[in-house]
């Protein structure tokens, strides 16, 4: 019997790297820090807000916070990544279209709230009921989450594009 390790035994053979083969990589993010809202601000039945800027949907989150959670809701930080001012779908909406005779307009606002603050404000927003005084009258309005999730990619159906058009 020949001794592996004899000074006449031949190495054995290594597989050279395929280069065809692509490494594949994984990532998994099991906390993330941010939490995303999708919210859309609801007037009362049979008025008409002024269209929602920052500074409105501002104060409105600060109301509702405030009101449910105190001081400490205040200190929550909530970042606006966009605002919306559009017209509802024509379609979706024949029904209650034909029952006014303006459209009422979507008012539709982005944040990004830290994750361990969501719930918090998932429940401030959707129990708040608030007002503005829109010149001659005052104006009910109130917050509804459209949708909650903690990618942002994953939350405006994958392609975020939806997010970043002017």
Not at 15 to 39: E, G, I, Q
Not at 77 to 93: F, R, S, V
Not at 106 to 119: E, I, K, Q
Not at 120 to 134: D, F, P, R, T, Y
Request: charged fraction near 15%.
């Amino acid at each position: 019997m020949a001794n592996d390790n004899s000074p006449g035994a031949k190495p054995p053979k290594r597989k050279a790297p395929d280069a065809s083969k692509s490494k594949v990589t994984h990532f998994t993010s099991r906390n993330p820090p941010w939490t995303y809202l999708k919210l859309r601000l609801i007037p009362q039945p049979g008025t008409s807000p002024q269209p929602l800027d920052a500074l409105s949907a501002r104060t409105y989150l600060s109301a509702a916070l405030s009101q449910f959670l105190g001081l400490t809701g205040t200190a929550i930080p909530i970042d606006i990544l966009k605002i919306e001012n559009e017209l509802p779908d024509m379609n979706a909406q024949s029904t209650s279209m034909a029952q006014s005779d303006n459209p009422k307009k979507c008012d539709t606002v982005w944040v990004r709230v830290p994750r361990g603050d969501a719930a918090a404000v998932v429940a401030a927003l959707s129990s708040w009921v608030g007002g503005s005084s829109g010149g001659s009258s005052a104006v009910s309005v109130a917050w509804r989450i459209c949708a909650k999730g903690n990618f942002l990619g994953a939350l405006v159906a994958g392609s975020g594009r939806d997010l970043f058009v002017p």
